[in-house]
Each structure stands twice: as C-alpha cells, then as structure tokens.
C-alpha cells in the first residue's frame, strides 16, 4: 500500500491508520492505510462484502451506532484522531456529512429537511438564505422554489437524493460520504448526479463508493480498489489506491485489473 | 446543471454556527433517566398486582384451610354464622360459562377465520375485520344489558324453562364477544400457510372445502389452538356480561338454565357492598381474584408462547429437509422388485371406478354449503350487532332528550338524567389521558429506543403483552388495595381519582404495546439520516421519530382510551358509587356512564330500563366517536406515507 508521499502534509485531510472494523467479532475489513487529499473526489470500488461501506461509515462514525461494532487503528481529520475520546462523534458529523444509498429524505417538507440539521447544528444565520444557497448548489433550487412546504417524499427520486445532499452540505461539511448514492436511481438522476459530484469538489472533498466502474472512473480523481486476499479471507483488504487513470489503465495488481476490465464478475 | 444557480455567495461564515452540545447532552441525559422511570411502571404494577394477591391469599389461607377451600359444596362467605368457603361452587360457575362461550365462539371463530382468509373478497374483508373488531371493542356492559334484555327473553321463547338470570345465555353472548380473538388471530394462521399448500392441494383435484378442511386447518393448527386459548382466557375473566345476566347466586350446578355465580361476579358482589378492609370477606375476594389471575396468566403465557411456535413453524415447513435414503436398499433383486411393482399397477387401475354422477353433484352441493355456512359465521357478530343497535333505538331514543343529558338521576324516571355520569366519564377520561400519554408513550420510547435489546427487554414486553390480557377485575383489585386503601391520603378513597389511576392501569399495557410498534415502524434509514446531519439521538427523536410516529401513537391512545370510557367492572370493584347527584371533582364521589347503566339495569322497571338503554347509546357514541377518529387518524397518515 502505497503512500502519497509527494505531498505535503496540510494537503491530507483524512489519513487511515491500519483501520479494522469488526461486528462481533467477524472482521469486515482489515489493516487500512489511506490519505485522502483536500478536494479531491475519491472512489472506493470492489466486490460486495469487502468492507468498502465499513470503512466509510467510520469516517463519521456512523458505526457507532451498530451494537457490537469496534474499529481499531486510528483516522485523522485534519490532524485530529477522530476516535479520540474527546471527539463526540455528533460534532464530528457537522464537519463529515453523508449521502446514503437509498434517498431518505426526512418525512417532512423539502425546507425543513435542511432547516433542521442547521437547527440542530445551532446555526445563528439566515435559514432562508441558506436553506436556498443549498438547494441551488445542488440544481434544485428552480424546480422545488414554489413548494418549499410540501412534503419531500412528493418529489422523485433522483429529487430526492440531490436534497438529500443540499442536506450534507448545508452544514458545510469538510468532506462528503456517498455510500453507492446512484444505485437507486434511473440513467438520467444518475447522470445529474454524477455532474453534482463533480462541482462540488470546488467546495468539498467527496469520497464515493460504487459498484458502477464506469461511474468511478468518470467521477474519481483517485481510486481505491478493496477486495479479499484469498479464498478464506472473510475481512476485505486495500489492494491498491492510485489515481484513477492508473487504477483503470495500467494497475500493479492482477487482481485489480482483472476487476476493473470486468474479467471478475463485479457483483450487483 | 445550470450554471447560474452556482453562483450565489456562501451566505456562510464559522461564527454562525453555534451549538452547546454539552447542555444538549446534559438535558438528553436527565430526560432519559425520566423515561427509564416511567418504563418502570409497568413493571411496579407487576409486582403490585403479584404482591397485593399473594399476601391477602395467604391472610385468607391462614383463617381458611386449603382443604376446605377445595372441597367444600357450598359458597357463602357472606353469612355471619358458619359461613361455608367452597371454591368449586364458583369455579364450576365459571367454567361451565366459559365451556358455553367456548362451544359457541371456536366454531364461529374459525369458520368466520376461513371466510376471511379464503373467501372474501377484499371489498368485503375490507368491512368485515373492522365491523368485527368493533364488537370486541363494544363496552361488555352494553353486551350484558343486550343478553339480559335482548337475547335472553328471546331463548325464553325456545326454552321455556330457562330462568331470567342463567348461565347459557350469558356464555353464548360472551361467546359472541370472545369470536373476534378466535377470527382474527386463526385469520392470520391461515394466511401464514404457505400458498405451496394450497396449489398442491388444487393441483391434486381437491375442492376449495376439501382443500381448506384438510390442509389448511391442519396446517395453520397451532395457531388456531393458540388463537382459543387467548379467547378462553379472555371468556374467563369477563366480567359484566356475566354479573350482569347470568345472576349472583353461588349455586354448585351444571344445569345451564339456572342462575349461578362465577368468580368475577362475585367479586362485584362483595365489592358493591361495603367491605372492611382487612376483614376475612376482603381477603376472600382477592384469594378469589388470586385464582382467576393464576389461570388467565398461564393460558396467556401458553397461548402466546404457541403463537410465535407456531410462527416459526409455519416459516419453517418449507424449508427442504435432507434427504434420510441413505440407509442399504431392502433387500430383494431389482427384478423381483419389477414385477411386484407391475402386479400392484394392475391391482390399482382395476379399482378405480369412474365416480358416480351424484358424487359429484354432493361435492358441488357441500362446497357450496360450506361457503354459506362460513359466510354466516362471519356475519354472526355483526347481526348480534344489529338487532342490539334496533332494540336500543326502540327503547332508549325516546328517552333521549336534552333534560336526559343535562339533569341528575332521579327516582323517578322520567325525569331521571345522565349528567352526573357524564361528568364523571368526562373526568375518567381526562385523567386517563393525563396519566397514560406520558407514561404509555414515555415508557415505549425507552425501552425502543433506549433500553438495549436484550433478553431482559423481551422479558418486559412478554410482561407487558400479559399485562395486556390480564382481566380488569384484578386491576378493580389493585385500584382497590393500592389506590382506595393505602394511597388514600392522596386519593381520598374511593374517589374519581383512585378510579382514574385505576383505568390508567388498565389501558396503560395497551398504549404501550400500540406506541412499541409504531416507532418500530420508522425506518432505520431516516434515523441514520438524522444522525449523519449531527443530531443527538434526543434530537433524533424530537425532530423525526416522534413526529413521523404520531398519527400512529394518537391512535394508540384513543384506542386504550375508549377500552378506559367503557370500563366498567374495575370501578365497581374500586367502589363507584350507586348514584351521584352533583358534578364529581377530582376527590369526590364518582359515577360514570357504564357504572349508571350497570346500576340502572338492576332495577325491575321498565322505565328505568329504557333510562338504561338511552344511557348506552350516548356511551356507545362516545366510544365510537373515539374509535372513528382513531381510524380515520390512521388512514389520513397511511394516505401521506
């Protein structure tokens, strides 16, 4: 596992150390070391099962909240250990925001699901103006402007989830999580998506794992690529992490190019 | 994506965000610790209910001996001199009620089961469960009013002999109230069997009755017993139907045409007198409470216990077994296996015999006898319901007037009202809301969304569920021990607000188990949301799980709340008064609208009588008006999800 060791220090926004996540006691994913560099979009790619999504949800803790859930190792955020004792990880989550699989917009309207996590959060600003500035940065601003009150669930899907990211980012997050944010989505929101993605990088750093190749190669600055050693292996392992083009063109590892040019049947 | 819209300034700068995470926490923390001591009430009443029973049996057992408890031919604790304490008087009473009810409800319940789950169309099912569900849901003193009235005259007519208060009209009315536990419960068995069964079955040229006789029943089996047990356990701690029709004389008989006394109805008995607190006759009551409490907790116990076995079961029936062949062929050559074969194929094809032309048309003429026999079992209840709704209008509209609602009961009947009993059931209500809204809904956000989940969390809600089911005579029981007697500084005895905290009891299991389910129902993803946006899981709760839970939870309540309304067996035990001539406050004398009509009904005139019946149709338009705002709530929040 290579490091990114032609950069400098202050440009690392997240840094893995030998990071495991375990439920009871089954090891989902093992022994990671990654950097993760400031607004760089960077894709976690492999087969299902490998842990990609474990290893996501440490980045803002979300595991917690799954009993019987224990990470080793430690990440840092901008030089400061996340699983730190002194960090709670509901602060920590103003500064790393996520987008799920599935849009779950909250069961409310479409102003207060944003309104809410500035609420929450104890923004002292103006709402209204925040609340727009993130419905435009994600497109949606045109089409929602004249139903701000209804309900959420009233909109499409691929509706959905870009609220759902104005959601993350009205808190001005410093990183993004997007756990395979498309593959609940037809052709055309995915597409819609994939641009987003892209323009948030002047703002954000997005770190995205997906099960769409192409998707990771169109979107991804680096890529990460997560797979099992072995035949036995339960735990996934990082294979190899480069940039993208490198990733997808001229890989060090058979495993990785047999993944990449579809040899191995990438599940789902 | 259109350019323009990037272009707005970030309205944000760092000093706007400022959160006091650490009050937030320090609050959250207080707040569960509140939580963890409303779940704990449920518990507290457990043990109470245990404990109150357990230590006046045992008082009672020191001055009785068990033998003479149990052998003893008669019953007459009442008696100054040589009174005679034979439980087998009362119990027989009781069982021979609950075999009647039982004899009239499984197959009625099971045949209206079948017609749900296999002949309705959804059109019909769609009025049917809910018209059903509302019988169970009737106050069972409208229903004693209904057999004592309605039903029994109307036996008189076939069985002349039959005296006005008995036992078999009493049973077949409870049997018609315990029949939507049996249908509904042996509904959802016989939809859990597999529909694997049911093309095998049609596949094999089975006709829909011989299908549904000899596949599904058996198959969904357990679950039927299940749903029975549950039923009896509900028969034997009914209360006002049988205090009410099937009379008060402690009579050791088997002979249904008879006035008898069942455990229950004693207990009403004894309680609408004065009784001493710590006199031998209060600790007879509650021995005979002990004893009903006992045997409604196993059947409970066993009848949920077989239902989730037979779930699984059921889930589990379709899961392809290994094959077992792998045992030495019998012996013998192949070909002598052959021709045994061969010979048996030619013994077969001669006895199969084309079938007669009227078999047929039997088979044509049973299928649809069957279907009209099940169609008239699901329609039982709801004719029941009918006629009760035509006799009250008979006797009670005329009746019905401004001066009935707005004045006081009156010795004479014509100017006799029902405002003192309104007031009271207003004030029942009221405080039935104060004291379960937070405590049900409290107690069911701890121990879902706090408690962790463990064995000891299924324990509590095992608890809960027997809470549930236990009869609301030991809760009269309780109201009258804890809330009447030993809380009386504050209660000042038997006052509306011992009844209130005793109705809260009541209903609280209900809410609990109501509200459970309903912030189960939120989904796992928008509470990831939530917290993926930075929320506390207090923030969680307040800003999206309560919310999206509402209509579901207001439901719940509503639902308990009309149970509390209509109750009427645990007040008389914690000692409503007869008759009330002023509006009730919250330390004083009490009656309230079931109380008015028990009390009513006791009398031989015909005008009081019709008083009664005006007295239940404004009660059962408040029950109904609940239960409709509970649906309706329902269904608006189906309609928005």
């Not at chain 1, 009993?67 to 080793?72: D, L, M």
């Not at chain 1, 309900?151 to 980012?169: E, F, K, V």
């Not at chain 1, 944010?181 to 993605?197: G, V």
């Not at chain 2, 499984?106 to 569900?133: D, S």
Request: net charge neutral; proline share 4%.
């Amino acid at each position: 596992m290579q490091t990114l060791s032609r950069q400098t220090q202050q440009d690392i926004i997240l840094q893995c150390n030998d990071v495991s996540v375990y439920y009871d006691r089954q090891c989902a994913v093992k022994g990671i070391n990654l950097e993760i560099l400031r607004h760089e979009i960077v894709g976690l790619i492999g087969p299902s099962g490998c842990g990609k999504s474990s290893l996501l949800r440490c980045f803002n803790r979300l595991n917690d909240l799954v009993k019987g859930t224990k990470v080793t190792g430690w990440i840092s955020l901008n030089g400061q250990n996340i699983y730190d004792p002194s960090v709670n990880p509901v602060e920590l989550r103003k500064q790393v925001g996520m987008v799920f699989q599935r849009p779950n917009p909250f069961p409310k309207s479409i102003y207060d699901n944003i309104a809410v996590g500035l609420k929450v959060n104890g923004y002292r600003g103006d709402k209204d103006e925040l609340v727009e500035y993130s419905l435009r940065q994600v497109g949606l601003w045109e089409e929602v402007k004249n139903r701000l009150k209804k309900n959420a669930l009233t909109l499409s899907g691929g509706q959905q989830q870009r609220l759902c990211i104005a959601r993350a980012i009205a808190l001005q997050p410093d990183i993004i999580l997007m756990d395979e944010p498309c593959s609940a989505l037809d052709p055309i929101s995915t597409a819609r998506i994939e641009e987003l993605i892209r323009e948030l990088q002047k703002d954000y750093t997005l770190i995205v794992v997906t099960h769409n190749l192409k998707q990771a190669s169109l979107i991804s600055d680096r890529v990460a690529f997560f797979d099992f050693q072995g035949e036995q292996e339960e735990a996934g392992h990082l294979i190899e992490y480069d940039r993208s083009e490198i990733i997808f063109q001229r890989p060090s590892y058979r495993a990785t190019q047999d993944y990449v040019t579809g040899r191995r049947m990438p599940l789902r | 994506m259109n350019s323009k819209q990037g272009e707005m300034e970030s309205p944000v700068s760092s000093q706007n965000w400022q959160r006091n995470l650490t009050a937030a926490i320090a609050i959250e923390t207080w707040f569960r610790r509140g939580l963890a001591l409303l779940a704990s009430i449920p518990i507290l009443i457990t043990i109470a209910i245990i404990a109150i029973v357990l230590i006046e049996s045992f008082l009672f057992f020191q001055e009785i001996s068990l033998w003479q408890f149990l052998t003893d031919t008669q019953w007459t604790p009442s008696f100054r001199s040589n009174p005679q304490y034979g439980i087998l008087v009362l119990a027989s009473a009781t069982f021979m009620v609950t075999a009647i009810a039982a004899v009239t409800a499984v197959p009625l319940g099971i045949m209206g089961a079948v017609y749900l789950a296999e002949y309705a169309t959804p059109n019909i099912r769609r009025f049917l469960k809910p018209a059903l569900e509302a019988i169970s849901g009737i106050p069972t003193v409208v229903l004693g009013y209904f057999t004592l009235l309605v039903f029994t005259p109307f036996l008189k007519n076939i069985i002349p002999e039959l005296e006005t208060f008995n036992a078999l009209s009493a049973g077949i009315i409870v049997g018609i109230l315990i029949t939507p536990t049996i249908a509904s419960l042996s509904e959802d068995a016989l939809r859990n069997v597999p529909d694997e069964f049911r093309d095998g079955a049609y596949a094999l040229g089975f006709t829909k009755s011989e299908t549904i006789i000899k596949i599904l029943i058996p198959a969904a089996f357990p679950g039927i017993i299940a749903s029975i047990t549950l039923a009896i356990s509900q028969a034997l701690g009914e209360t006002m139907i049988v205090a009410i029709a099937a009379g008060q004389n402690p009579n050791l008989t088997l002979n249904p045409l008879v006035a008898v006394e069942t455990m229950t109805t004693f207990i009403i008995q004894v309680s609408l007198g004065t009784v001493e607190s710590g006199s031998l006759l209060f600790h007879t009551i509650f021995t005979v409470g002990a004893i009903l409490f006992l045997i409604t907790l196993a059947l409970n116990t066993f009848g949920n216990w077989l239902t989730r076995r037979s779930e699984k079961q059921i889930a589990g029936l379709l899961t392809p077994q290994a094959e077992l062949s792998q045992q030495e062929a019998p012996a013998g050559t192949i070909a002598e296996e052959f021709e045994y074969t061969q010979a048996l194929g030619e013994r077969i094809k001669n006895t199969v015999v084309e079938q007669e032309r009227w078999q047929q048309r039997f088979r044509f003429w049973r299928e649809r006898g069957f279907r009209l026999l099940t169609l008239l079992a699901a329609f039982t209840g709801i004719i029941v319901l009918l006629v009760l709704f035509y006799d009250l209008a008979q006797r009670g509209l005329p009746q019905l007037d401004w001066q009935f609602l707005t004045s006081f009961a009156s010795r004479k009947a014509e100017q006799s009202g029902i405002l003192a009993a309104l007031a009271g059931t207003l004030w029942l209500f009221l405080l039935a809301a104060i004291l379960i809204v937070p405590v049900g809904i409290g107690a069911a956000i701890y121990l879902e969304e706090y408690y962790p989940d463990n064995w000891l969390n299924r324990v509590i809600e095992i608890n809960i569920a027997n809470l549930a089911a236990v009869p609301s005579i030991i809760y009269g029981l309780l109201g009258l021990q804890l809330f009447v007697h030993l809380l009386e500084p504050i209660t000042k005895g038997n006052t509306i607000l011992a009844a209130g905290l005793t109705v809260a009891a009541i209903a609280l299991p209900t809410v609990i188990i109501t509200s459970r389910s309903a912030l189960r129902e939120i989904s796992e993803s928008i509470r990831q949301g939530g917290a993926a946006v930075g929320m506390t899981k207090g923030q969680m709760l307040r800003y999206l799980v309560i919310p999206a839970a509402l209509p579901r939870l207001i439901t719940g309540v509503l639902l308990a709340l009309s149970q509390a309304v209509g109750e009427t067996a645990a007040l008389l035990a914690v000692g409503a008064a007869a008759s009330v001539r002023f509006i009730p406050e919250l330390q004083s004398k009490y009656i309230t609208l079931p109380v008015q009509i028990f009390h009513w009904l006791q009398s031989p005139s015909e005008e009081v009588r019709n008083n009664a019946a005006a007295a239940t149709i404004v009660l059962l338009v408040l029950v109904l008006l609940l239960n409709v705002i509970a649906v309706f709530l329902r269904d608006f929040y189906r309609r928005l999800a």
